[in-house]
C-alpha cells in the first residue's frame, strides 16, 4: 500500500534543502540572494505543505 502524500513531501524537502544548501554557499561567497533562492524555499514548503495535507485527509 502507497502511502499517501509521500512523494510530494520528499520532493518539497529536496527542494527545501537545495535551497538551504545554495543560500548558504551564496552567503559564504558574499552573494545576495536571489529570485531563484525565495522561489525553491517557497516550492518546497508548499509541496511538504501539501503532502501534509493530502496524507492528514485521505478519504
Given at each position: 500500500?502507497r502511502r499517501r502524500g509521500a ?7 529536496v527542494l527545501l534543502g537545495l ?22 524555499f517557497i516550492g518546497g514548503g ?14
Amino acid at each position: 500500500m502507497r502511502r499517501r502524500g509521500a512523494g510530494k513531501k520528499f520532493f518539497g524537502s529536496v527542494l527545501l534543502g537545495l535551497g538551504f544548501l545554495n543560500a548558504l554557499l551564496g552567503l559564504k561567497a558574499g552573494l545576495a540572494p536571489g529570485v531563484f533562492l525565495f522561489a525553491l524555499f517557497i516550492g518546497g514548503g508548499a509541496l511538504v505543505l501539501a503532502g501534509i495535507w493530502e496524507a492528514r485527509n485521505r478519504a
